[in-house]
């Protein structure tokens, strides 16, 4: 038989293998009593106008109507549930979490960028967040603050010198929002002055959108049930330009700070104290590489979604003049008390601005799911019964969907920050926007001060409107899971010059 003869078998009794195993595990759904969910025909339905997390929004709503729990998702490679049900839901955040406790997401040992505290599999998870989770206590935050506040001081004064040039007053906040967001985080992070707010072609801009755009491939987030096909061909995201960027800014920083014996409130300062502390390093060594994962993973969790928090808020505040005049008279009655300046406890007792941040990401969350994958077997109860679970099952929680579900959220396309009065009680897991549960985003509290320190330092120099310019809806990338794309142009007053 020929060679071309030979690899045409050889490829056909692959596709045979891949067909009885992809009908084995179809008739182990139905056994199960779970039905498929086409992943392809949804994927072809999206448009500009329906992208994905609607249609997926939509199924979840038509679930939850005929309390079906579970949807299949089934690639051989990959098997998958698609979870409504809200107690199973609760089941794999919080209640069984160490069971689920991977997202399921690949990881690279060979690349640091690829094997941080959002990929690694739980052994080494557990030991990274414990690590970590100084940085982003309450303490930390505090220390913060100062290198936060001064980036609003500096966000103000280029908003107005970006208005007088205006004669319309009309300012596109996407961009102005994302280069605040570099700022605070490059500051409180690498200790590093970015100056993109200043400078529009800074370099950290520049790579932080090169960064968070270069990887964004949903399906091959996921790692594979069988052979890890990923790892196997040593498959990296980012650049060799970005990886190089990052990699040097780490190092560089952590010898010149180690030399000159410098210390500072931030990110950098904590990673460093831990990997030289021989107690740490116990269990678990946090090496030059691993910080250099930590330090990039930190600055693109934290680089676009609050940036995009914020001027989503902004937008909503425009579109909703009465809730933008309630925030702002809130701020400038705390304000009377803390001799005008937003200190720490002034932004602590802002709670109708942290409500409409917490409705702004309600409406639009950052990831159209939580994931989750199970290491081992085991069954979930659910509302009307339970399932068995085998191990390495992907499970996609829909947290647009359920963050947008009416009967949580009556009239969910209104922006509503009265939906988080303290007096109003809800459903565990039904506020997901920033995962729930021991795996949850360990920057909330983090990412509240910033987002309430900005905005009430916004509200109180400007106000916000909307204008011919101003999207209607906000629209997603078709093939976007995530992320609102589109240019946000409001008009922008100046209150007291
Ligand atoms: C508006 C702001 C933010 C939102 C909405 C957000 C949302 C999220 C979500 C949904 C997750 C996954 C949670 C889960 O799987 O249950 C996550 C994880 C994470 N976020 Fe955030 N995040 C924000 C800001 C930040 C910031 C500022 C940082 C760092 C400076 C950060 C660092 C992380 C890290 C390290 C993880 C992985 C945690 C782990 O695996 O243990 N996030 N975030």
């Given at each position: ?24 595990r ?20 999206a ?31 990959i ?15 919080v ?25 690694l ?7 990274l967040?414990?690590k ?11 220390a ?11 966000f ?20 102005l929002?994302?280069?605040?967001a ?31 755009t ?15 096909i ?43 104290k ?12 946090l ?8 330090v ?38 705390i ?9 720490l406890e ?6 109708y ?36 679970i ?8 829909p ?47 983090f ?40 240019n ?10």
């Amino acid at each position: 038989m020929s060679l071309v003869g030979a690899l045409f078998l050889l490829l056909l009794l692959f596709v045979i293998i891949i067909l009885l195993k992809y009908c084995e595990r179809v008739w182990y759904w139905r056994k199960q009593n779970v039905e498929l969910l086409n992943i392809f025909s949804v994927l072809q339905k999206a448009t500009k106008d329906k992208p994905l997390y609607r249609i997926l929004q939509n199924i979840y709503q038509d679930m939850y109507e005929k309390r079906e729990s579970f949807k299949a998702i089934e690639l051989v490679l990959i098997s998958g549930l698609f979870v409504q049900d809200q107690k199973a839901i609760e089941q794999i955040l919080v209640t069984q979490y160490e069971s689920f406790a991977d997202r399921g997401l690949y990881a690279n040992p060979n690349d640091p960028f690829l094997a941080n505290m959002g990929r690694l599999e739980y052994d080494q998870w557990r030991h990274l967040r414990r690590k970590l989770q100084p940085c982003f206590s309450a303490n930390s935050t505090k220390a913060m603050y100062p290198l936060m506040h001064r980036v609003c001081g500096e966000f103000v004064q280029v908003l107005r010198e970006s208005v007088t040039q205006k004669r319309d007053n009309i300012l596109e906040m996407r961009d102005l929002c994302s280069r605040f967001a570099v700022d605070v985080i490059g500051s409180v992070g690498f200790g590093v002055e970015c100056n993109s707010l200043r400078d529009v072609n800074a370099k950290f801009r520049y790579f932080g959108d090169k960064a968070t755009t270069e990887h964004f491939r949903p399906l091959l987030q996921f790692k594979t049930k069988y052979l890890n096909i990923l790892k196997i061909f040593n498959v990296k995201y980012h650049s060799q330009e970005t990886r190089e960027f990052f990699t040097q800014l780490v190092k560089e920083t952590i010898e010149y700070r180690e030399k000159y014996g410098i210390q500072r409130a931030d990110f950098m300062d904590i990673l460093i104290k831990i990997k030289n502390d021989p107690q740490e390093s116990k269990n678990f060594e946090l090496t030059l590489d691993r910080i250099v994962g930590e330090v990039f993973l930190f600055f693109t969790a934290g680089y676009n979604t609050t940036s995009s928090a914020l001027c989503e808020a902004l937008y909503e505040l425009a579109k909703n003049p009465e809730i933008q005049d309630k925030a702002r008279s809130q701020v400038m009655d705390i304000l009377d008390r803390h001799n005008n300046n937003i200190t720490l406890e002034a932004v602590k007792e802002m709670r109708y601005i942290k409500q409409i941040i917490m409705e702004t990401l309600r409406k639009y969350p950052l990831l159209f799911a939580v994931s989750r994958y199970s290491r081992r077997a085991c069954t979930l109860p659910t509302t009307n019964g339970s399932l068995n679970i085998e191990p390495n099952t992907l499970l996609l929680i829909p947290s647009h969907a359920v963050n947008n579900n009416p009967e949580f959220y009556p009239e969910p396309d209104i922006f509503q920050p009265e939906r988080f009065d303290k007096d109003v009680k809800r459903p565990a897991c039904t506020y997901l926007s920033f995962g729930e549960g021991p795996k949850a985003c360990p920057a909330i509290n983090f990412s509240y001060i910033e987002m309430v320190c900005c905005l009430a330092t916004l509200l109180r120099h400007f106000r916000f409107s909307t204008c011919e310019k101003t999207p209607k809806e906000l629209l997603f990338n078709k093939e976007m899971l995530r992320l609102s794309v589109e240019n946000i142009f409001l008009k922008v007053e100046p209150l007291n010059k």
